[in-house]
């Protein structure tokens, strides 16, 4: 059973900065992408940033040169380094998992909060 563990959200002030941590475990196949979504009220979820095993890096346009995506594939791990945050970044930060045979995973959540 695959389970996807975020971590490292929480309440900031604008211009601050948050790493969110994605914890992978329990699977029997390679991953192939991992990556980032964010989820706000009245929005549906959208990509933030994701990353392939390969190291190509995809960013939504709202949080290029601010946010960065990294991964240790030894660890199973994904984070998401987010610098000069800003209250429209506020939302729940899911981990998402992409293995190489197709399945797809998410993890709980974690609470992102950037207050103005």
């Known amino acids: 059973q695959v389970q996807l563990v975020e971590s490292g959200g929480g309440l900031v002030q604008a211009g601050g900065s948050l790493r969110l941590s994605c914890a992978a475990s329990?699977?029997?196949?390679?991953?192939?992408?991992m990556a980032w979504y964010r989820q706000t009220p009245g929005k549906q979820r959208e990509m933030v940033a994701a990353i392939t095993s390969g190291g190509k890096i995809n960013y939504t346009d709202s949080v290029k040169g601010r946010f960065t995506i990294s991964r240790d594939n030894a660890k199973n791990m994904a984070y998401l380094q987010m610098n000069i945050l800003k209250p429209e970044d506020t939302g729940v930060y899911y981990c998402?998992?992409?293995?190489?045979?197709?399945?797809?995973?998410w993890g709980q959540g974690t609470q992102v909060t950037v207050s103005s």
């Open positions: 998402n998992l992409k293995l190489l045979i197709g399945l797809n995973y």
């Open positions: 329990g699977s029997r196949f390679n991953i192939d992408v």
